[in-house]
């Protein structure tokens, strides 16, 4: 009994110590000086790998089954184009297939209808900048009359954004010391740093979207893929004495 009884005491005076440390383990920052908040950001510049489009097929017909199968023939024939062109089945994803009626108005008279409006678009990837322009008018020759982009992006920024965000850390780092400098203080210590966000810069749209059913031949058709910057901002908190 006495063995019962020590052992019951032990494990009751043991849970009280736990839940005393968990408490106590929440650190408490004292402040001996002056609280400084800095805002910082970071930047690289990269030049973009990824070209994106809307690309695809709008036909029109008297009948809905006729718009249906003339979109479809064509549309097999730009996305045999694409696949001549290497692009990955991965990289071309349909991003819109729509059928609607079309009326003819005149004033004081019922609507009529004359055919049928097909579209099927697909959204397509090009890793290969330097053929982007060329595969662009594969498309049209192949029956694309419809064109949007391409958007400019980065693939994978990941790495870019990490360098930014060392950047910013620099940059907070060296803004702390000018306060500190200015006030006749110096930075004693870090209380805190937190990631304001990232800035994905949207793809850069490039003036090739367009109608092509009426469009006359063109020239070759060049792509500038330029640079874009990649930014990150942090917030800082600095303890100066």
């Known amino acids: 009994m006495r063995n019962m009884l020590m052992t019951a005491m032990a494990l009751s005076v043991s849970a009280v110590p736990a839940s005393a440390a968990a408490q106590a383990a929440v650190p408490v920052t004292v402040l001996a000086g002056t ?8 930047e690289v510049t990269r030049v973009p790998d990824l070209a994106i489009i809307s ?12 718009a249906i199968e003339e979109n479809a023939t064509r549309m097999e024939r730009v996305r045999a184009a694409l696949k001549r062109a290497g692009i990955a089945d991965k990289d ?5 297939i729509n059928l ?14 004359t055919g049928y409006r097909a579209t099927n678009t ?5 890793r290969d900048l330097k053929r982007t322009g060329s595969i662009l008018d594969a498309l049209v020759a192949e029956g694309a009359n419809q064109i949007n982009g391409p958007n400019l992006t980065i693939d994978k920024p990941d790495a870019a954004y990490d360098e930014s965000r060392v950047k910013a850390i620099a940059v907070g780092q060296a803004r702390a010391e000018l306060y500190a400098r200015a006030l006749g203080k110096r930075v004693v210590r870090i209380l805190s740093v937190s990631e304001s966000g990232a800035y994905v810069p949207p793809p850069m749209p490039l003036a090739y979207a367009r109608d092509m059913v009426a469009a006359a031949p063109m ?10 910057q990649l930014q990150v901002s942090v917030s800082m908190s600095f303890e100066l004495q």
Request: net charge negative; no cysteine; aromatic share 6%.
């Open 35 to 42: 609280r400084l908040d800095v805002s910082a950001t970071g």
């Open 219 to 228: 020239a070759k058709t060049e792509i500038d893929p330029g640079t874009q």
């Open 55 to 66: 690309a695809g097929v709008q036909t029109l017909q008297p009948t809905a089954t006729g």
């Open 92 to 96: 071309i994803q349909t991003s819109s």
């Open 100 to 113: 609607n009626p079309e009326y003819h108005y005149e004033n004081n008279q019922p609507p009529r209808l």
């Open 122 to 126: 697909v959204n397509v990837k090009f």
